[in-house]
């Protein structure tokens, strides 16, 4: 009787596993350095913050989609501070949300306020320093608040930058929970991040929210009068450092006119209001000018900053002499 030989079969699927893993291992890995190359699982990270909610973490500097991002020592999007402001040098502060931000999508010497740090020296025959107090998802409130526990930083101008749904946001506190309009932690890895921030809420979108109640209308209502508060109290801020405040409004698609409470407060506080909504419409409708539904790309930054350099005789009518004054 001859001797049964062992089937080879069961070692050929084994050999088959163990190639279909050291391959999806292979592929995992380099996805994972891919990922890593363009800036993923190396997010822009926030920190909570008393005064103004949360802040950008200081001292940060990440590349992330082709883009440069450069947080300073206080949390701003800005070239380092000197520790005194050189003499006839022109300073220049920021405030708004993701809009003067720039999200990460814009390299930082594309956004509008590197554009005007870069051009405002020969409009003013001076040279200028553009601070960016702004970060994603900030109310008026976490603006003032930023603000009114930094101080001006020896600005010779406050520049406020709004847009629509700002007057009825409420302040927004800090999430630990991960809702937050960017993250406080690095994810173990990159396609965790793509994971969780990207593809998850594509492939399963949270259900629809029900229609807005009405005392969601009174709740606008009452962030809007508190709304009204900050500002007065930034302007008082302002006034008492003599340095002008002007409000700059930068429209959407959806939505372009300044609200109403706004223009009026402007009018009655004789606060200069930049309303670039009529600038906006007359931008070529055939050019793609933003990243998303609302934050502009590189292109739209370049026409806000173009429009704001034309408006600076109304931005900052002392322009020429509040800079002198100011040297400590």
């Known amino acids: 009787m001859g001797t049964i030989q062992p089937s080879s079969k069961p070692r050929k699927w084994t050999r088959w596993l163990l190639f279909a893993f050291i391959l999806i291992v292979v592929g995992l890995g380099a996805s994972e350095l891919l990922l890593r190359a363009i800036g993923l699982g190396n997010p822009i990270l926030i920190q909570p913050d008393e005064a103004a909610g949360y802040i950008f973490e200081p001292n940060q500097t990440l590349h992330r989609f082709g883009g440069l991002v450069r947080i300073d020592s206080h949390g701003m999007r800005s070239d380092p501070l000197p520790p005194s402001k050189p003499a006839g040098t022109f300073r220049l502060l920021l405030v708004g949300d993701s809009y003067t931000y720039g999200t990460t999508d814009v390299d930082q ?4 306020a590197e554009l005007l ?6 409009i003013i025959d001076k040279p200028v320093e553009v601070l960016n107090a702004s970060t994603g998802g900030w109310a008026i409130g976490n603006e003032v608040g930023f603000v009114r526990s930094r101080g001006l930083f020896n600005a010779d101008l ?3 930058v709004l847009n629509p749904g700002d007057q009825t946001q409420p302040f927004e506190p800090y999430r630990p929970d991960g809702m937050s309009p960017t993250i406080d932690h690095h994810p ?3 396609l965790q991040e793509i994971w969780e921030r ?3 809420l594509r492939l399963f979108p949270p259900k629809p929210e029900p ?15 508190q709304n009204l508060v900050y500002l007065d109290q930034l302007l008082q801020l302002t006034r008492a450092a003599k340095t002008p405040l002007a409000v700059a409004y930068i429209p959407t698609p959806a939505e372009t006119d300044p609200p109403s409470g706004l223009i009026a407060w402007c009018a009655s506080r004789r606060v200069p209001l930049i309303n670039l909504t009529s600038a906006a419409s007359h931008w070529n409708p055939n050019e793609v000018l933003r990243e998303d539904h609302a934050h502009y790309n590189t292109k739209g930054h370049r026409l806000i900053a173009t429009e704001l350099e034309k ?4 931005i900052m009518p002392a322009a020429g002499n509040s800079a002198q004054s100011k040297q400590p």
């Open 109 to 112: 010497s594309r956004i509008f």
């Open 117 to 122: 740090h870069k051009e405002l020296p020969s």
């Open 158 to 160: 406050v520049l406020l």
């Open 188 to 190: 173990s890895f990159a």
């Open 198 to 200: 990207y593809l998850k």
């Open 211 to 225: 229609p807005a109640p009405q005392s969601t209308l009174d709740e606008q209502k009452r962030a809007a009068a």
């Open 311 to 314: 408006d600076w005789s109304t």
